[in-house]
C-alpha cells in the first residue's frame, strides 16, 4: 500500500515537499512515479524515478522546478515541488510498479501496479 502526505495550500510562488511511503512487500517495486490530476482533467504524468540507479525524469514543463527523490533508509519517495503555480492546483498520487524503469512506460499509468489515495495541492494566494 502507498500512502502520500505532505498537500495543502500554498500561495504562487511557493514550494510543497510531498511524500509517498510504502508498507507491505516493497521489495517487488523497481520503479515509482506521481501523477496529478486538476479538476475536468485527465490524469498526467509528473515525474518517475528508478529504484535503483536514481534515473529520472519529469513531465513537459516540470523539470526544473519539480524534483523526485527517494529515501532509502525511511523507505519513502519524496516529490519536491518549487516555484509553485496556480495551474499546479491537483490531486497528486503516489503510484509504484513492478516493472523496470527502463521499460519506457512509466509515463503511462498502466505501468503501475499499486496507487496511493492522493493529497490535495492548491496553489492560490
Known amino acids: 500500500q502507498l500512502a502520500e502526505s505532505g498537500g495543502g495550500l500554498v500561495q504562487p510562488g511557493g514550494s510543497l515537499n510531498l511524500s509517498c511511503a510504502a508498507s507491505?512487500?516493497?521489495?517487488?517495486?523497481?520503479?515509482m512515479g506521481w501523477f496529478r490530476q486538476a479538476p475536468g482533467k485527465e490524469r498526467e504524468f509528473v515525474a518517475a524515478l528508478s529504484l535503483f540507479g536514481d534515473t529520472a525524469d519529469y513531465g513537459n514543463s516540470l523539470k526544473g522546478r519539480f524534483i523526485i527523490s527517494r529515501d532509502a533508509v525511511k523507505g519513502t519517495v519524496s516529490l519536491e515541488m518549487n516555484s509553485l503555480e496556480p495551474e499546479d492546483t491537483a490531486i497528486y498520487y503516489c503510484?509504484?510498479?513492478?516493472?523496470?524503469?527502463?521499460?519506457?512506460?512509466?509515463?503511462?499509468?498502466?505501468?503501475?501496479?499499486?496507487w496511493g489515495q492522493g493529497t490535495q495541492v492548491t496553489v492560490s494566494s
Open positions: 503510484a509504484a510498479s513492478m516493472r523496470s524503469f527502463y521499460a519506457g512506460s512509466y509515463m503511462h499509468e498502466y505501468h503501475y501496479d499499486s
Open positions: 507491505g512487500d516493497v521489495f517487488k517495486f523497481y520503479s
